[in-house]
């Protein structure tokens, strides 16, 4: 049977799909031509910014960091140019550690590079470029560079190098830049500088490189570079240079630094030397000291520990938080309270048999059988313990503690670094507050206030604080901020401003009161039975001087001998003293920890550092000790050891009864 098609219907069925084919096209090409007006149009602007964007780069430019200069330009922390050797984990084709091997080939690493490698890439993102080698040689860079392609995620970058030419001088002062740890960025972002601080890999770690950071970083420039699409730059469009950071102009004299260095030797101790007027830091010595340049790179395990573990400290920053009695040093300031509460007059005087008595205690003169009659004068110059255990017991340690606040003992000096510890300056309070869980042994006894009238007991003050007391009484009660950089000069402009440019405050003090203290320390070098009489002897100058000598432990009513004690045991001798006496240019405060007497150890320094100061006069250096015959020369010390001495302790020398201060 034979069929016949149906053309119409067959035409109507496909003029249908045809039609529906056809509006699937204009339904398609109208969701392209919306999305073309949507990315074209209504996202012009935004796509045209990221289109910018992947061809325009924005390439930091890291501000050169400023100088730091003593007050007489002598530069103390520069920058200076050099290649390293750095890897990128992320990008490495290969183990590390054969990389690593292979590049030994090439250039110079020591075991030391690959410790401190291994700890940086620690504290390092995997994207981020870790140095393996700093400050490589013309040499080394020509080889490298030959080899660059067989270590791909390895490269020589250009860098500025923080460098301290004085290295050990004045460590504690200016302190050290180190890279940027994962807190320190987290509190840059916090801070909202992050910014600032894009292609910036170091920040002040210590001293006034960290406390001045905001100054010394300067501001980030940057270049905007137009590159391919594979990230490889053609030409730079624009660039706002960086601004350099503000150079710092320290109040240090660094060559009064160096002499007070030297007069210490191996021994443990501190320095701060002021200049009265104006809160100039002249001297800030801590000893031991360090080597900055150590910590630049990031210091090596075995150099770490050398210096964390060394019994010395020599990373304590012994002025600014080293905690001592200051013995007899007190002395002047508690005859000074005495005049202006009151409680004594110049003429004064009592008869000193050796000992005091206080609710059946006796308390020992350092002088066996008294000093005889004693007044004010003489209670400074000879320095008589008993006048003033009489003393404090009348004037009551409430008395004592309110006056001594006034010249900032027990407080916050401010001096421009961080970490400054108050100390403490014993009261009712305190005591009561320091023993809270024990009421009986937080209760003030007369005896407590005997120690304290001596400068003993419970008394913890910094070489700051006693320092910056002195340095207000040589300024008739005025006070002024200490501080160690003067000047910060702007690195862009060159302008320069004054850190302390008035004094803080001054003290209500009589004018004959402070007159008369002067004249007591004056005695001190000056009459022959002075405690500081032979160390000042023959000098081209009139000082004003206070010895002092701190026990470190107590006797429990025992002689103290030296020789049966352990060395870090051993009192602590002091210093202090300002001069010229009439017209006061410095005022100091030292201790040498752990030597015996004030005198014989602590005032020979001052005499030193006031010989330099006043007279321009050094030192003559020390005469190198000839060996026995046939015997081997002494073999050098290694640098870690130089960085931490091991302190070899004298024994004290004979000293006159009335010099034992």
């Known amino acids: 049977m034979t069929e016949f098609k149906d053309n119409d219907r067959e035409i109507h069925q496909f003029r249908l799909r045809l039609t529906a084919l056809v509006g699937l096209v204009f339904i398609c090409f ?19 910014l990221q289109a910018e964007g992947n061809r325009i780069a924005l390439v930091p430019i890291v501000p050169n960091r400023g100088l730091i200069v ?22 490495l084709e ?9 590049l030994s080939k090439l250039v110079t690493i020591e075991q030391r590079d690959r410790r401190r490698f291994k700890r940086l890439l620690e504290e390092s993102r995997s994207f981020a470029s870790v140095p393996l080698r700093t400050r490589l040689t013309d040499d080394e860079v ?15 970058q250009a860098r500025l190098f923080r460098q301290y030419p004085l290295g050990e001088t004045a460590s504690h002062v200016i302190g050290y830049i180190g890279r940027i740890n994962q807190r320190e960025a987290d509190q840059l972002e916090k801070d909202g500088v992050d910014a600032n601080y894009n292609g910036t890999e170091h920040i002040g770690k210590e001293g006034v490189e960290k406390k001045y950071e905001e100054y010394l970083h300067g501001t980030t420039g940057y270049e905007q570079v137009e590159r391919t699409a594979g990230g490889r730059a053609i030409r730079t469009l624009s660039r706002t240079p960086p601004t350099p950071g503000s150079n710092l102009i320290l109040s240090i004299d660094i060559e009064l630094q160096k002499v007070v260095e030297e007069a210490f030797g191996e021994n443990r101790g501190a320095l701060v030397a002021i200049e009265p007027a104006t809160g100039d830091v002249l001297a800030y010595v801590s000893r031991p000291g360090y080597d900055p340049n150590l910590f630049v790179d990031g210091i090596d395990t075995q150099n770490w520990n050398e210096l964390n573990t060394s019994l010395d400290r020599p990373l304590m920053n012994r002025p600014l938080q080293g905690g001592y009695p200051p013995g007899s040093t007190f002395k002047p300031f508690m005859a000074l309270a005495a005049l202006e509460l009151g409680f004594r007059k110049p003429s004064d005087g ?3 048999p050796g000992f005091y008595m206080l609710g059946g205690h006796r308390f020992n003169d350092d002088k066996p059988g008294g000093h005889g009659y004693v007044d004010m004068y003489k209670s400074v110059v000879e320095s008589c313990d008993t006048y003033y255990y009489q003393l404090g017991n009348e004037m009551g340690i409430d008395n004592i503690s309110n006056f001594m606040k006034e010249f900032g003992f027990g407080e916050l000096t401010g001096i421009d670094l961080e970490h400054e510890k108050a100390g403490v300056r014993p009261s009712k309070e305190w005591k009561a507050q320091r023993f809270r869980k024990n009421p009986r042994a937080g209760k003030w006894v007369g005896g407590d206030t005997i120690s304290i009238s001596i400068g003993q007991g419970f008394n913890t003050y910094s070489m700051i604080q006693l320092a910056h007391a002195v340095s207000t009484l040589a300024n008739n009660g005025v006070v002024m901020k200490p501080h160690l950089v003067k000047i ?9 401003t004054l850190t302390v440019p008035k004094e803080t405050r001054r003290i209500p003090l009589k004018q004959e009161n402070i007159d008369f203290i002067k004249h007591t320390m004056v005695g001190v070098t000056q009459e022959s039975y002075g405690t500081g009489h032979r160390a000042f002897a023959g000098a081209g100058y009139i000082s004003a001087g206070k010895t002092g000598t701190a026990q470190v432990i107590g006797l429990k009513g025992q002689k103290y001998n030296a020789n049966a004690i352990d060395e870090r045991h051993r009192d602590n001798a002091l210093y202090v003293a300002f001069a010229p006496a009439d017209n006061p240019k410095i005022a100091l ?6 030597v015996g007497f004030g005198a014989s150890f602590a005032a ?26 046939g015997a081997a020369p002494a073999a050098p010390k290694p640098a870690a050891q130089a960085a931490a001495p091991v302190v070899q302790a004298a024994a004290p020398a004979a000293v006159p009864a009335t010099m034992k201060e």
């Open 604 to 629: 020979p320094i001052a005499r030193k550092a006031l010989d330099y100061y006043l007279l321009g006069k050094r030192p003559a250096p020390p005469k190198p000790k000839e060996p026995a015959p």
């Open 94 to 102: 290969a183990n590390l550690e054969s990389v690593i091997d292979e």
């Open 30 to 48: 109208g969701l392209l031509v919306a999305r073309f007006v949507w990315l074209q149009v209504l996202q012009h602007d935004k796509f045209a």
């Open 350 to 352: 009592i008869r000193d």
């Open 589 to 594: 405060a030292l201790i040498v920890e752990n």
């Open 70 to 91: 003593d007050r007489n330009g002598v530069v103390l922390a520069r920058n200076e140019s050099g290649y390293t050797l750095e890897i990128t984990p992320s990008k």
């Open 488 to 496: 910060i000069e702007d690195g862009a402009t060159r302008q320069r």
């Open 142 to 156: 020509a080889r490298f560079t030959a080899q660059r392609f067989r270590f791909p995620g390895v490269e020589v």
